[in-house]
């Protein structure tokens, strides 16, 4: 069974550029879930999805990002106009939908750098 | 608030040694979460604990979580190359059976063969 699969792996910018990222969850897994890890720092929470709704975009830093999951399959991420501070590595999560617990599955990351 | 704090937040043993790492909360919590990245790698589950005072193994791993449900610790017997990374464990936020997670600083281990 495939994992969590991203795209681009890696992605060099100019500040001011656009970028979006892809994330394609494990098949059938409801919860789609998008965190930044940004210099070395902690991993931190962007915003989850079930299905195609947004749950919770709390840790969205500004409305420079946007995310959408048209469809409820994969999920996309934008940055647009990008600044430096967005540089750091992407991470996208996936887990089934159920009322119990279910670990999260996390796909290898976009690293973005911005300069 | 709702951060969790780790330490140590870099550790560097000789193979063989052993290596914990510290997990601390102002707040009880529901659960806590370990996981562990590689070195250019994305974070992978490694365990959750749930009840006060748990205590999981995974062969050379150990796992604890405080009687008080604030803090947890993981611990790894005579360690060995494979195991360098970053280790983080992290909470849930938000309520409900989710994957929304705050995680710690993270503790990089590096191991000298």
């Known amino acids: 069974e495939a994992g969590v699969t991203q795209f681009p792996s890696h992605s060099v910018i100019e500040k001011g550029q656009t970028v979006t990222l892809r994330c394609d969850p494990i098949?059938?897994?409801?919860?789609l879930y998008w965190y930044r890890r940004v210099m070395g720092k902690e991993i931190k929470f962007l915003l989850h999805?079930?299905?195609?709704?947004?749950?919770?975009e709390s840790g969205m830093p500004n409305n420079r990002f946007l995310a959408e999951r048209t469809g409820g399959t994969y999920s996309t991420l934008k940055v647009q106009p990008a600044e430096l501070e967005d540089s750091g590595v992407y991470f996208c999560?996936?887990?089934?939908f159920g009322s119990g617990f279910t670990e999260a599955f996390f796909g290898q990351g976009t690293r973005l750098t911005v300069v | 608030g709702q951060q969790v704090m780790q330490i140590p937040q870099y550790q560097h043993v000789q193979e063989g040694e052993d290596f914990t790492t510290y997990c601390n909360s102002s707040?009880?919590?529901?659960?806590i979460q370990w996981y562990k990245q590689r070195p250019g790698g994305h974070p992978v589950f490694l365990i959750q604990?749930?009840?006060?005072?748990e205590v999981k193994k995974q062969k050379r791993l150990t796992f604890q979580f405080g009687e008080a449900k604030k803090n947890s610790s993981l611990h790894i017997t005579a360690t060995q190359t494979t195991d360098v990374g970053t280790y983080f464990c992290?909470?849930?936020f938000g309520g409900g059976a989710t994957n929304k997670l705050i995680f710690g600083t993270g503790t990089l281990l590096a191991v000298q063969p």
């Open positions: 999560a996936s887990s089934p």
């Open positions: 098949s059938g897994h409801d919860n």
């Open positions: 999805f079930v299905k195609e709704s947004k749950q919770d």
């Open positions: 707040t009880t919590l529901s659960n």
């Open positions: 604990l749930v009840k006060s005072g």
């Open positions: 992290a909470r849930p």
